[in-house]
């Protein structure tokens, strides 16, 4: 699963991926920089004290940071068929906006930022659908996928985005394959000054991000870069003194795992505690094959204890005992921190 990092040049995009993959990439330019972040969490973290297993594996999310739309005279960002194939291949999108004055010293203007950025994704997504109609219309059949298509025509003219339009679950299929920029997830990212971290996200800014059916969030890369480069026992102290309950960093990870609609169900033992990624509604069988594929092909079934409930009564056994074991089948959809020990036989 993969969330791609875009926006306009000078907005600090690089700067954040930095701060959150803790790597030096320099500006992306034409290419393009790549990032794996473990996902934070807090049950794997008291599963691992319990266990004290050998090894502690988290979730993992792929970033990559794109090379920034070029920006036009008008301030309109202008997104190429290189950008556009680029943005096409993420599985959401994070949009850094600036939130800070630039060189000059222009002040920031986000909220105009994040309707030219959209207007761009529309534009885009609006010239597959006429080319694609205009075959269709050369061909028989596919009525379904015609008539929903020219459905979608007026809402982009308007400049609406395809992600607010509540789209059901089987025409979000018959669409897949086309990858629809402005039906991508979408989180936007304010990037502010450090004397701003401790701050609320600007109101235009979220009315903003609402209008464009995505979510938002305000974070300081400077400050954020500066956090990673300290010991853990003293960013707590650190984040305090900025009245600051946690960084935003793991605010940031935690929201773009959920923009994928990723949870994570967990596996315990003396060898390894891990949270494993599932998209939301994937059925036991099919978690199985994420551990092992052996394990979906010999599928028997799943034993399941919700997190809570382990966490409550502190062992596997005292929750069978309670009754708080389950035994799942195949088509069991697996919740977020259930603890699984699969059977199988091959």
């Known amino acids: 699963m993969k969330v791609g990092l875009t926006g306009f040049p000078g907005a600090g995009k690089t700067t954040v991926f930095n701060a959150l993959t803790g790597l030096h990439a320099e500006g992306a330019g034409s290419g393009l920089n790549l990032g794996v972040i473990k996902v934070p969490d807090a049950r794997v973290d008291a599963l691992a004290r319990i266990y004290e297993p050998r090894k502690t594996t988290y979730a993992e999310v792929s970033f990559v940071d794109f090379p920034p739309a070029r920006s036009a005279p008008e301030r309109r960002t202008v997104l190429d068929a290189v950008t556009v194939g680029q943005l096409r291949d993420a599985d959401a999108l994070v949009e850094v906006v600036r939130g800070f004055p630039d060189l000059a010293g222009a002040p920031p203007t986000p909220a105009a930022d994040l309707e030219s950025f959209a207007a761009e994704l529309v534009l885009a997504d609006l010239a597959v659908i006429e080319k694609r109609l205009e075959r269709l219309r050369k061909e028989k059949g596919h009525e379904r996928e015609r008539a929903l298509l020219e459905r979608l025509v007026p809402s982009l003219e308007t400049g609406t985005p395809l992600r607010t339009l509540g789209l059901a679950p089987e025409e979000r299929t018959l669409l897949a394959g086309f990858a629809f920029l402005s039906l991508r997830p979408l989180l936007v990212v304010l990037n502010v000054p450090e004397t701003a971290a401790a701050a609320p ?114 062992s596997e056994a005292r929750c069978r005992e309670a009754g708080k074991l389950r035994l799942e089948g195949k088509d069991y959809v697996v919740q977020d921190g259930d603890i699984i020990h699969f059977r199988f036989a091959v």
Request: with cysteine.
């Open 201 to 314: 996200l600007p109101g235009e800014v979220a009315a903003r991000a609402r209008a464009e059916g995505a979510e938002a969030m305000a974070l300081s890369a400077r400050l954020e870069a500066e956090i990673a480069e300290l010991e853990p026992a003293d960013r707590d102290a650190f984040l305090a003194d900025l009245s600051l309950s946690e960084s935003a960093r793991a605010r940031f990870i935690r929201a773009s795992y959920a923009l994928l609609d990723l949870v994570s169900f967990l596996t315990v033992g003396e060898d390894e505690c891990r949270a494993w990624p599932i998209r939301r509604g994937t059925t036991a069988v099919k978690a199985a094959g994420k551990v092992h594929s052996d394990i979906e092909r010999g599928f028997i079934r799943a034993e399941v204890i919700a997190y809570e409930d382990f966490v409550r009564l502190g």
